[in-house]
């Protein structure tokens, strides 16, 4: 909603009324570390012109889940400008377009941020007034996942246990969520499948499944890494494995070897 409150006296033909008509982002996905234009349309209802129209923009607002706000530091820094433009005059009945170009705090958590917008202007008399607005906008971080290690052995024996490991990490600005890791493939395997949960930002953690090789040669599978992303959209990686299984080693079925 907009309040209004009237610096002056009391204008006999009513009061001007100025308010945002509607604003426009120039990207429907707004991501941190990037720029982007916010275009304002800002009307004057009023049947006689305002002049000396100055809009502000306050620090932004965030909205804590416990339903309190508290103010946010720059996470929108104007691009070649300041947090406030003049217009001179809007005449009557008239809508006039502004564009104002913001840079995003490369580190801005995941949310939609309120930037409440200030409107002070006079009328012909030079009576004050002042109407406060709020824009939304939304930011996104890029989900970023990365598998820094798969571990196998060198090589593996037939019916002996084989260990799978690998490490992996978020190094995105984005909790992923709903984080489960699976080892697929044609053999009898154990721990094949390990639920993380939330991979937290900068998280590391450790996946770690037993194969036992049934024949030799060439043994082939897959690590499945499985999360929720930024989009809400679930994100499967796949990093393929391959281990060379002998038969059993010389020394293991008699004292002979």
Do not use: W
Request: proline share 7%.
């Amino acid at each position: 909603g907009i309040s209004l409150e009237r610096l002056g006296l009391s204008s006999p033909a009513g009061e001007p009324r100025v308010l945002i008509n509607k604003y426009t982002l120039s990207e429907k996905e707004i991501q941190g570390g990037s720029s982007f234009t916010l275009t304002l349309f800002i009307e004057n209802t009023f049947h006689r012109p305002v002049q000396n129209v100055r809009v502000s923009f306050e620090p932004i607002k965030l909205e804590e889940s416990d339903g309190t706000t508290r103010t946010g530091g720059t996470v929108f820094s104007p691009v070649e400008g300041s947090n406030s433009f003049y217009l001179e005059r809007i005449p009557a009945k008239t809508t006039v377009q502004r564009s104002e170009n913001y840079y995003v705090d490369p580190n801005a958590a995941a949310r939609t941020y309120i930037m409440p917008v200030t409107i002070d202007y006079e009328d012909e008399e030079a009576r004050g007034y002042k109407v406060e607005e709020t824009i939304n906008v939304p930011v996104t971080q890029e989900s970023r996942f990365q598998i820094l290690s798969v571990e196998t052995p060198p090589t593996a024996f037939v019916g002996e246990p084989l260990f799978i490991s690998a490490e992996f990490v978020n190094v995105g600005k984005v909790a992923l969520g709903n984080m489960i890791v699976m080892m697929e493939g044609d053999f009898p395997k154990e721990q094949a499948s390990y639920f993380v949960g939330n991979l937290e930002i900068g998280q590391s953690d450790f996946y770690q499944g037993i194969i036992y090789p049934q024949q030799e040669g060439l043994l082939e599978g897959e690590l499945v890494f499985s999360y929720i992303d930024h989009h809400n959209q679930e994100v499967q990686v796949r990093e393929p494995f391959q281990v060379q299984v002998e038969g059993r080693p010389m020394g293991k079925e008699g004292p002979e070897g």
